[in-house]
């Protein structure tokens, strides 16, 4: 019965959202209807968590419309169809938990983008002005604006200020019906009543159809999936992400687990049975899910129930959504914006490492002032640069003279007290980190740069976690360097996975594995004897 109730809840809260994300991403009111029904019962069918809602969102309404200025609503359609195939592979792929790994920097960047850039969306409808024609581009948009705001339709103004009003506060009258769902209804009463001169869903959209297309796949060829493939990419990452992190918040708030390469199926699976009847993109949304937690909803009822309420309320009702005023959508919207902003946790990353603001802001201006696709791409780019360069400066390289005598931090046994001499005419280093590509260089850098030169070197690669097809190459062009300076070289310590990747790579052949100790002591034994062996040589050729 909870999960029944909670549905019945949910399903009401998403009516007005539906509706309002689709005319925000710049398609018919029932599109977003559709989305919300197929998608979000798809979406509880199938999914990986147990309480996940889905359907059309805010995170969306940015690439929806500009896919739909630029190639249209049919274009919308296939992009839709081809990410939700994208989703489904990252699924497959076992992708799920890697995605977690998004920096938050990265997320609140483009989510703040996006909530500056719904609320700029909404500025036409919440005053009322009377513009033909909005340029996409955000800076252009807001000289429009200003050149038109002395037009302002104060009774729009009046209602959009009111449903603000309303859905920011009715929660403090009660939490069983959503505030949002109350301002449609007064205001709806109100403009009816009064006549006021308000655009409306029917003035600017015409008749809400009171049913669900027939399916219809999509055309696509070669061309096509060229023309769409970045925005299909892009709609395939931006959800994959938000309904992961909607589950994630999930999890939290019921203590539970949900799986995420399961939950990417179901999402791609939604998105493509979306663009089949005719809808828009989809994916987990954290406010309707959170409603449903909130309302006692802990099982797949609830998604479900949700979405055969609102199939009854399009069914039943959809002539009379016709009413809805514009400035009433716009008022929910620019409350959708101030949640998903999260502005206060964008003001906190400012104060953080230079890093996490530098991600933090290019991500956020690229959202705003050029294009998501872009501000994604840009800032995974970033992230991965600069994590790159803070695991190449993880490496460290320590002879003996450094460390000999000293205890680590961490309580380990120093070279001292393991009892180890270094002999004359031996160098010993230790490696601490990942031989990967962005470290290798500074690997070799430092061992080429020797302050003398050895008879042999020791290298203790015992807290050396990995190393990659670059580091091999640096570390044999390092071996080479030394046999040609008539050094000999030994490895200690080398760990199993890193000489696995060593001996693919042909190391042994060059070393010798005579030369591959498993332990500093044996190293150290062995140098010793090199060293004698050397000796005896110089005696009997003098």
Do not use: C
């Amino acid at each position: 019965m909870r999960d029944i109730l909670s549905g019945i809840i949910v399903g009401i809260v998403a009516l007005p959202l539906a509706i309002a994300f689709a005319i925000a991403s710049g398609v018919s009111p029932d599109k977003g209807l559709i989305t919300a029904v197929i998608a979000g019962l798809i979406i509880s069918v199938l999914g990986g968590s147990r309480v996940q809602i889905g359907g059309p969102t805010g995170a969306f309404i940015v690439i929806v419309y500009a896919i739909v200025q630029e190639h249209g609503v049919s274009g919308l359609t296939i992009a839709t169809f081809m990410a939700g195939f994208l989703i489904i592979g990252f699924g497959l792929a076992r992708l799920g938990d890697l995605l977690k790994f998004i920096p938050y920097p990265l997320i609140v960047g483009f989510t703040s983008g996006i909530a500056l850039i719904i609320f700029s969306s909404q500025v036409k409808d919440f005053f009322g002005l009377s513009i033909d024609t909005l340029p996409a581009n955000f800076i252009e948009k807001w000289r429009v604006y200003f050149e038109n705001f002395t037009q302002v339709n104060w009774y729009a103004f009046v209602i959009a200020l009111a449903t603000v009003v309303i859905s920011l506060n009715f929660y403090r009258i009660t939490t069983k019906i959503p505030g949002s769902v109350v301002a449609i209804l007064l205001s709806t009463l109100a403009v009816l009543l009064f006549k006021l001169p308000v655009e409306t869903i029917e003035t600017q959209f015409g008749q809400i159809p009171g049913s669900i297309p027939l399916p219809s796949i999509p055309k696509v060829d070669f061309n096509t999936i060229k023309a769409l493939i970045q925005p299909a990419f892009a709609i395939a990452f931006l959800g994959a992400i938000e309904s992961l992190l909607s589950a994630v918040v999930a999890d939290g708030m019921i203590g539970g687990r949900h799986r995420s390469n399961m939950e990417l199926v179901a999402q791609g699976t939604a998105n493509i049975f979306s663009a089949v009847f005719g809808g828009i993109p989809a994916t987990g949304a954290i406010a309707r899910t959170a409603t449903n937690i909130k309302n006692g909803g802990r099982t797949p009822i609830a998604g479900i129930i949700h979405a055969l309420v609102l199939l009854l309320i399009m069914l039943l009702f959809a002539p009379l959504a016709k009413l809805i005023p514009l400035a009433t959508l716009a008022g929910i919207l620019v409350v959708v914006a101030w949640h998903m902003g999260e502005w206060h946790l964008f003001v906190t990353m400012l104060k953080s490492n230079r890093k996490d603001v530098i991600i933090l802001l290019t991500t956020f201006l690229l959202t705003v002032i050029f294009d998501l696709v872009i501000a994604i791409e840009i800032g995974v780019v970033l992230s991965s640069f600069f994590f790159m360069k803070r695991m190449s400066d993880s490496l460290i390289i320590r002879n003996s003279v450094d460390i000999l005598g000293e205890q680590n931090e961490n309580g380990d046994e120093s070279f001292e007290e393991e009892a180890l001499t270094v002999p004359k005419g031996v160098v010993l280093y230790e490696i601490h980190g990942p031989l990967f590509f962005g470290a290798s260089q500074k690997f070799q850098d430092t061992l080429l740069n020797l302050h003398q030169k050895p008879e042999i070197l020791i290298l203790r690669m015992r807290n050396v976690p990995f190393i990659d097809a670059t580091g091999a190459y640096h570390l044999k062009q390092l071996v080479k360097h030394l046999k040609s300076q008539k050094i000999e070289i030994l490895f200690s310590g080398v760990g199993e996975e890193v000489n696995g990747e060593l001996e693919k790579s042909g190391f042994h052949e060059l070393v010798g594995r005579a030369n591959m100790l498993s332990n500093i002591q044996e190293a150290l034994k062995k140098s010793r004897g090199i060293l004698k062996l050397k000796q005896n040589e110089t005696k009997q050729s003098i």
